[in-house]
């Protein structure tokens, strides 16, 4: 699929490059009309821009009216939104026409604004009538076909009846309500002021356009489905200090011994200076590396009820973590024998203070609040 994109990409580009005659030929009327008036405005003296105009303008509207005159034979009442839809074409085209240089460009004008008035208030009718029998069909799902009728409606006609409330009733009637809570069973002592804040997750963002969550019970609202966040477990770890020791060490100079002869004289170099050798002692350190960690855990599962049944339709577990974790490195001994990664070990880190389990609980609380929503978000369409 990848590398179809840019072929994709250069056929629209080429399509979109097609002269006006091109665009003729190959009976796309309405892009020979656009590009041959662009032309014209730019040179009035392009006659054959001209001509390319009369001819795809003539053939246009041939064939629109003639569309027109089949739906109006066929006598259904759902075509009134094409045929407005052709005449708004056709007076498009003639406005176009209208406003373009007197070079030669032919067109004979006619007055469409009784067909026009006659297609809107007739397609205004229908649209509406259908979303009156779709919602007095009393089912979420029918009032999402009312909605789109009465914005159908709304369109041709703003101020047609009282089709903004119609769309607004359509909306609230074909919205899919959702009731979430979390049922604390986790029988562990908590306090309640942290348990609160643990719970308080706002699901009012994750509303969509045809679903709306509630945290909270609206009695004037049918909820559809039950989002439950059954917390069973709350867990803190002890603290806990892991410890690993070594030791480096590494030789260094100590002084020095003179070069003694056979008779146990010093020697000489050849300047008459006393020949001496270095001593080396090796100095040792002693490392050892700290690991601090302590862990708060929240576990549950994240279940789905259908609330016309009571049928439990998903449950996922979920499980959120808040670690606290601290390497540090201490030596005893001689410093010098470290080695200098060693030594920057122990100058840059130090041990740090745990952290109380209240904290921590609060923060795998923000963990697991942001996982519930992210479920809920994945989950989006198994909720109809």
Aim: aromatic share 10%; net charge positive.
């Amino acid at each position: 699929m990848k590398k179809l994109i840019p072929f994709l990409v250069i056929a629209i580009l080429l399509a979109s490059c097609k002269s006006s005659s091109k665009q003729l030929s190959t009976g796309n009327y309405d892009a020979a009309i656009k590009k041959s008036a662009k032309k014209i405005r730019k040179n009035p003296g392009k006659y054959e821009e001209v001509d390319t105009f009369n001819d795809a303008y003539r053939m246009a509207y041939d064939r629109d009216n003639t569309e027109v005159n089949r739906l109006k034979q066929e006598g259904n009442p759902a075509n009134w939104g094409k045929i407005y839809n052709l005449y708004m074409k056709m007076k498009k085209h003639q406005d176009i026409a209208a406003s373009l240089p007197p070079v030669g460009v032919n067109y004979e004008e006619r007055d469409f604004s009784g067909e026009i008035t006659t297609a809107r208030n007739n397609a205004t009718e229908y649209a509406y009538a259908k979303g009156e029998e779709h919602m007095a069909k009393n089912d979420r799902f029918e009032a999402r076909k009312a909605y789109n009728r009465y914005k159908e409606a709304q369109k041709y006609n703003p101020n047609y009846k009282d089709v903004k409330a119609k769309v607004a009733t359509a909306q609230l009637a074909g919205k899919t309500n959702v009731f979430f809570r979390i049922e604390d069973n986790t029988e562990v002592s908590v306090p309640d002021a942290m348990m609160q804040e643990i719970q308080n997750i706002n699901v009012n963002d994750l509303d969509k356009k045809w679903t709306n969550y509630d945290s909270y019970i609206d009695t004037t609202v049918l909820y559809h489905y039950s989002v439950i966040l059954n917390m069973k477990t709350i867990n803190v770890s002890p603290e806990s200090i892991a410890r690993n020791s070594s030791s480096e060490s590494r030789e260094v100079e100590d002084g020095f011994d003179y070069v003694l002869d056979a008779n146990g004289n010093v020697t000489k170099d050849s300047l008459g200076n006393d020949i001496k050798i270095p001593k080396y002692k090796t100095i040792t350190c002693k490392v050892t590396r700290f690991h601090q960690k302590k862990v708060a855990n929240i576990s549950g599962d994240l279940e789905y009820y259908e609330n016309a049944t009571d049928k439990l339709l998903k449950k996922e577990p979920i499980v959120s973590d808040a670690l606290f974790e601290n390497y540090y490195t201490m030596a005893y001994g001689n410093m010098d024998a470290l080695k200098p990664e060693t030594l920057k070990e122990v100058n840059t880190t130090k041990p740090l203070p745990f952290p109380n389990d209240e904290g921590m609980i609060l923060q795998a609380g923000e963990v697991i609040k942001k996982m519930t929503k992210d479920i809920i978000v994945q989950n989006k369409s198994f909720l109809k």
